[in-house]
């Protein structure tokens, strides 16, 4: 049995943990405050853009653009948004695992034509600790997203997509859900799917049958597109980078919570056993003098 000075030790240890956990939680949640914030400002937004392309792509209309056409895949880029710190449960193992999964599926490609573009430092170190090569470091972009950065990697992936230097891009990240649920989303970016945007328009129709879009779009729809195609996919990196943030700092709080609980009771369990072993040791000492008096 430990001795009463081991146990009052390990107990204030576990309140200094305590004290950090406890305060990682609190900066967490105004992160998490903050991201929420982002998102909700930022969704109509795009869902009115989303809206808006999905009416001008239905239909027999003949979209001649770069970003719709549909190849062989002989090069991919993939796109992988995890944290640049730990200590927050199982958000960066499961992108890792991902990250697995898909380089086994295109395998018989080569690494060479395996792009990867790691956003945030540790799927990057990951990456690079298994041997694979990374496209740069994109580790600011996870820390604080903003526009700008993520707009650049867009254009970017989408330049080497119109000279055929790659023919798909996806992307994978944590999509935010609630505090305690976030889901690891695989997304194609490049090509756009038009059977997948048809399938959200009727999906539209079918919840709100009371609005009919009657656009007057000048000078033409094809032009509006190919000016519109762009914006919608510098946007879509953006709330990908969004989305992953708040993931993050949810995933973060819930485990600087679940282990709050835990120091909470093992101090509990130890000050039991603290004050046991100091009621025991009182005890012996009592009996010694009762003891010593009789004789």
């Known amino acids: 049995m430990a001795s009463l000075r081991e146990v009052r ?3 204030n240890s576990v309140q200094s943990t305590l004290k950090i ?45 770069p970003y719709v056409q549909q190849r062989q895949v002989k090069r991919v880029a993939l796109v992988f948004f995890s944290s640049n710190s730990s200590l927050c449960g199982a958000f960066n193992a499961n992108v890792i695992k991902m990250f697995l999964h898909l380089i086994g ?13 790691p956003i945030g430092k540790k799927v990057e170190e990951a990456i690079r ?5 990374t496209q740069g470091s994109f580790q600011h972009l996870s820390d604080k997203p903003n526009y700008e950065e993520a707009s650049e990697l867009a254009q970017t992936l989408m330049q080497m997509f119109v000279a055929k230097d790659i023919d798909r891009v996806e992307l994978i990240y944590h999509h935010y859900i609630t505090v305690g649920h976030q889901e690891l989303i695989r997304e194609n970016f490049l090509p756009i799917d038009l059977a ?9 129709e079918k919840e709100d049958k009371s609005v009919i879009n009657d656009y007057i779009v000048e000078p033409s729809v094809e032009e509006l597109i190919a000016n519109l195609l762009p914006q919608v996919l510098c946007h879509k990196m953006y709330t990908a980078a969004v989305d992953s943030d708040a993931s ?48």
Do not use: C, W
């Not at 853009?49 to 009416?55: F, T």
């Open 105 to 117: 599926e295109y395998r018989l490609l080569g690494q060479e034509n395996i792009l990867i573009y």
């Open 196 to 204: 997948e945007i048809e399938k959200e328009e009727e999906k539209d």
């Open 21 to 65: 956990t406890s305060a990682m939680k609190m900066i967490a949640s105004v992160k998490l405050h903050r991201a929420q914030a982002l998102i909700e400002n930022m969704l109509p937004y795009q869902r009115q853009l989303d809206k808006i392309l999905r009416s001008f792509l239905k239909g027999d209309m003949d979209i001649d653009s």
């Open 9 to 11: 030790t390990r107990i």
């Open 129 to 133: 600790k298994m041997g694979f090569q």
């Open 248 to 295: 993050e700092q949810a995933a973060r709080m819930l485990a600087m919570q679940n282990a709050s609980d835990n120091a909470n009771d093992l101090i509990q369990d130890l000050t039991q056993q603290y004050n046991k072993g100091r009621q025991q040791a009182i005890t012996n000492e009592l009996l010694d003098i009762i003891g010593g008096s009789m004789r």
